[in-house]
């Protein structure tokens, strides 16, 4: 593997390792506004309780994203210097508005929240979680603005002196079709991730309270419990919190769910008939379309050596479906990548070049993308059947399944930004056919924008990130683990400025959510 290889590698690595952590930390924080906000409103403790337990897995989570994005910046930098430089007229402003207006709206009012509860008044602090969250989303648009330049630049032009595009129109590069459609998927999927942990967890402790509430009634054993809520609980009470903590929260994060899944694909779908403009060579390759058809399939499954288009073999195929997700008609032409091929060797006179993806992880890559995004729906209509009518999950076996299904959306998540990613190569910047622009210059092939470095200087920086990231990943998922077994605090229910008069009680005053 010569320094490119390497150096995509480790981009890749870091890059899906620091979106596992960010679709949580963009849903989570409006989730835990609109529990603060009912609690606001209706002065109900059970959802104050519900703020500051998620809250607390919430901070976790955004310290170690935070952590681990600042890598990502600097990568540009070191391994990838060339397409730093082609791209720093335009990506400087989008990465400086996400730095100076999101990053520090977000992290100013998640501290004024964290410190703010005993200190503010009530209105105000509220108001901190809601400006957090907005920044959270904020940025993410930023960045996403940044990305789909990549994919479709525009608002530049080609500047002889420089040898670089120059942005023009700012405003262009902002309101990027490409962005606007990019935008809604990604937070989409967001909401979904945070739904479906949020509704996991309340599932599980859920039929946890109920399966302890029943061994009590019938005199049994029930083991120590970790969870401040539960030593010496009676099963009454156990049964309250399933019936007025849990449910509520859990079918609000089961609603969400069903809501982001609608939204992701009612997006997804916008998004698809995009790339088919702008990108019909990932459009093709998403498929294994070798040859361009009228009315083509969609392909459920396919087999043979998948970047070898002589030995695809469509198994399973949904007749015309490909050609509707394309423009929304049954019988238009899609293109197929032996002839894409041949006409980008023609326009950029590289008769050697291969301008095809890896077809192996474009095709496979977007069919896990959806299949993982079902686990998310399986367990909302499986729970929000279950909740029906006041009822309470009281099954351990689905309370441990719901658990199983948190990962889904993640690897969902993470799968389609590996199609995004790996299904415009083998460019950088792919060129863009739509605008008046010079697809010759304002485009950059991969391996034109990396660093002159040999690969034993990427090879230890990857070692290095792998091992470092490995060890943050333990960090996370134990402490994560920890607070999800411990629960809410029976002390979070009380509301700021509460005093028992007990100046001595070592039970903590401030901040007891946040460690």
């Known amino acids: 593997m010569n320094a490119l290889d390497v150096s995509r ?122 400006l957090a969250a907005i920044g959270v989303n904020a940025s993410a648009y930023f960045i996403i603005a940044a990305n789909s330049w990549m994919q479709h630049p525009v608002g ?48 599980w402790w ?29 099963a009454d009470q156990l049964d309250d919190d399933a019936k007025k903590l849990w449910r509520p929260v859990t079918r609000f994060a089961l609603w969400m769910t069903m809501v982001a899944g609608v939204a992701v694909i009612i997006s997804g779908d916008f998004q698809a008939q995009i790339m088919f403009k702008q990108q019909p060579m990932k459009m093709a390759a998403a498929e294994s379309l070798c040859v361009t058809e009228n009315g083509a399939s969609f392909s459920v499954l396919s087999i043979g050596r998948q970047n070898n288009c002589a030995n695809i073999h469509h198994v399973i195929q949904i007749p015309r479906m490909l050609s509707f997700l394309a423009d929304h008609t049954f019988d238009s032409e899609v293109k197929g990548v032996e002839e894409l091929q041949a006409q980008y060797q023609k326009a950029f006179n590289a008769p050697g070049q291969n301008f095809a993806p890896n077809l192996f992880v474009t095709y496979w890559g977007f069919r896990a993308m959806i299949t993982w995004a079902a686990g998310s729906a399986l367990l909302a209509l499986a729970a929000l059947w279950l909740t029906r009518d006041g009822r309470v999950i009281g099954s351990r076996k689905f309370g441990l399944f719901a ?63 792998t091992l470092l990231y490995g060890a943050l990943g333990v960090v996370w998922f134990m402490l994560q683990r920890r607070y999800v077994i411990e629960g809410p605090a029976t002390y979070d229910a009380r509301p700021p400025g509460h005093s028992d008069g007990d100046a001595d009680s070592d039970e903590p005053k401030q901040l007891s959510f946040a460690y």
């Open 206 to 234: 859920m039929a946890r309270n109920s399966w302890r509430a029943r061994k009590l009634r019938a005199g049994q054993e029930v083991p120590d419990s970790v969870s401040p809520s539960h030593v010496g609980a009676t």
């Open 403 to 465: 658990l199983w299904m948190i990962p889904t959306p993640f690897l969902a998540n993470a799968s389609g930004w590996i199609f995004t990613e790996m299904g415009r190569q083998p460019w950088v910047v792919a060129p863009n056919w739509e605008d008046d622009l010079d697809p010759l210059r304002i485009s950059m092939l991969v391996h034109d924008g990396v660093s002159n470095h040999v690969a034993a200087t990427v090879w230890t920086s990857l070692i290095v990130f």
């Open 156 to 203: 530049v032009a080609w500047d002889d002196e420089r040898g670089r595009p120059a942005m023009n129109d700012f405003f262009a590069v902002l309101t990027n079709n490409t962005t606007l459609a990019a935008f809604p998927h990604v937070i989409a999927g967001a909401w979904l991730t945070a739904a479906t942990f949020v509704a996991g967890i309340g599932c």
């Open 9 to 130: 590698w480790q981009f890749g690595i870091t890059t899906v390792y620091h979106f596992v952590l960010v679709p949580l930390t963009i849903g989570l924080a409006p989730m835990i506004a609109i529990m603060q906000t009912v609690w606001y409103k209706t002065g109900n403790e059970q959802w104050l309780r519900a703020t500051k337990f998620f809250g607390k897995l919430f901070l976790i989570n955004f310290a170690l994203g935070v952590a681990t994005g600042i890598v990502q910046e600097f990568q540009f930098g070191m391994n990838w210097s060339e397409y730093s430089r082609f791209v720093a007229d335009v990506f400087g402003a989008p990465l400086a508005l996400e730095g100076l207006v999101a990053f520090f709206l977000e992290s100013t009012f998640i501290g004024l929240w964290i410190f703010g509860w005993e200190r503010l008044p009530r209105k105000v602090h509220l108001a901190c979680i809601w």
